[in-house]
């Protein structure tokens, strides 16, 4: 009885930890912290070809319940040329309202030029939707342009943001 209690619980442990992918198309390995559900979408060997209701381009969404409103990180692969295209700057009917300031950070992985703002919602009159951080990166000959909100209409928080650059922090470059 002892060994099979041993088994069932060594089996549900390592149901619990955490897998890591490895997407060759979008050169991103991540592992995904408890509770983070990663979907790609789009063309994965042409990164401006189809995509999904986000955005008619490449990229994965990563997301997570929270009590407060679920928890998005969206990473848009980019070429030199992608970055010209507005399709970035959408999430779904969402839109980026870009600001000048810009902070430079840096975590394990990446170098970033961070942007705080909002989405405004382009469905809706461009009315002022979430807070949200962009993220923009380069590594070699290609960019990241990566999305962190939640779906809550107060100010995001800096224990939500710390939440969301969690996530950010298991996306590496392969």
Avoid at 129 to 145: L, M, N
Wanted: charged share 25%; aromatic share 14%.
């Amino acid at each position: 009885m002892k060994k099979l209690f041993l088994f069932l619980f060594i089996a549900a442990s390592s149901a619990i930890i955490a897998q890591t992918i490895k997407s060759k198309p979008l050169k991103l390995k991540y592992t995904p912290p408890a509770g983070w559900v990663a979907e790609e979408f789009g063309d994965k060997l042409n990164w401006e070809g189809a995509g999904n209701s986000l955005c008619h381009c490449a990229g994965v969404k990563f997301s997570k319940q929270h009590k407060d409103g679920k928890m998005n990180v969206l990473v848009y692969p980019s070429t030199q040329a992608g970055l010209d295209s507005t399709k970035r700057n959408f999430v779904g009917s969402l839109v980026f309202t870009d600001v000048q300031k810009f902070d430079k950070t840096k975590n394990k992985f990446f170098s970033f030029e961070k942007k705080k703002s909002n989405f405004a919602d382009a469905k809706k009159s461009n009315e002022k939707s979430f807070d949200v951080i962009r993220y923009q990166t380069k590594i070699e000959d290609h960019f990241y342009i990566i999305y962190a909100w939640q779906e809550n209409k107060q100010l995001m928080s800096p224990q939500t943001e710390k939440e969301l650059f969690e996530m950010i922090n298991a996306i590496e470059p392969l």
